[in-house]
């Protein structure tokens, strides 16, 4: 995973940070991820360490206290981890992208049904 | 293949390459469906006797292990746990290769990103490259080639087969062990360099990532078996040679340097097999260490002296 191509999210990416707005554990974050995509986007558990990895060295989530240590049954001793301001605005931008390439397709796609 | 039935285990001898990890999976199952559960990775591949069972198998390259680990360390961990909360048991580990395994269906792949596998490989294979080893390897080499051209030019026609005759002759010897074995291990490389090209091509393509399967872990394996055969005879060759040219000496350190190393290998065995700690193992290799550096002395001083 190249420094560059976190300027623009993978899929996978941009439902694990989707998965951050509240801190979460790993198990946590991969069935978030698959809870919002509808079971349509699995992240394995090596993927997403190394992931989370890559995020916390750019600076993009952080490590977090779980907003309640008892919800993953193994108490504390798991990291947690919440999106920083950086992955905030990385969010939003590929948001943005997304919805305008959407937007740009809406007339066309209007056209062909 | 070696069979302890006594002991309900099965040992196997595969010889794998970085490429070699879906391969290793597949085989992995196939024994499970056979009856045997793989139990470790050191010294071979150990399988203890099972129900025949459908499991499946994670073969990883941790990014975060050390070839030289003979623990879990804090990084790895991170790795094993979440690998763990995800429904994947660790069973064994061999440096930077973790086998994970799981009998549920519905556990997802530990990795899920295909280019993620392909640059686990391709880090390994650059790091093996630019390894001290290769590095100090290629500089013995030009070594070697430097001291024959040196031997060659300075050679004395008059008396034969004098000292720089010998010395060109041990050197021959070496350059043949050497070029066998560094040749042996660039070709392991240059392979897997090959398969990295191969795989992103496919995968920018679309295309299936051409893994290897476990049928062709076990034709090649069987092609190195050949391999350490061909190296052992021409070693023993080399041997005789000496012995016919009349130098009984090389010919004997040659041999003791082949006993060394089944001795080390067979040590190294014992040592993995039993939980000894950390610091038992150092001692222990420390120990190998000092009496292989005061064999090699002892041989080297008996030379000296008979020349």
Known sequence: ?113 | MKKADHKKTLTTYLSYELTDLSALEEYFTEMAAKGWRLTSLESGQTFEACEPCTLRYSVQLLPTAESSDISINEKSRGYVDLCTDAGWKLVCFEGKLFVFVTDDPDVPDIVTDSQEKIDAVRKEVKRRFLSPLTISALICFAGIIFRMIDCWIHWDAETGFGSSTLEFTILFAVLVLYIHVTLFFMIKQVHAIRWVHHAERALAKGERIPYYGWHDLLRRSRCYLIERIVFMVLFVALAVFFLVLDYPVISLIMIGILALLVIVMWVDRILYRKSYTRRTLALSFIGLGILMVAIIGIAVAGILLLL
């Open chain 1, 1 to 113: 995973m190249p420094r560059e191509t976190l300027q623009t999210l993978t899929e996978p990416m941009y439902y694990v940070l989707l998965s951050l707005t509240t801190p979460r554990c790993g198990i946590e974050i991969m069935s978030r991820a698959k809870e919002l995509s509808g079971g349509r986007v699995i992240v394995g558990p090596g993927t997403l360490y190394t992931m989370l990895a890559k995020f916390e060295e750019n600076g993009i989530i952080v490590h977090a206290e779980p907003e309640c240590p008892d919800m993953t049954g193994g108490g504390t001793k798991r990291k947690h981890y919440v999106i920083a301001t950086k992955g905030i605005a990385m969010l939003k931008q590929e948001y943005d992208r997304l919805a305008r390439m959407a937007e740009d397709g809406k007339s066309i796609m209007e056209l062909l049904k």
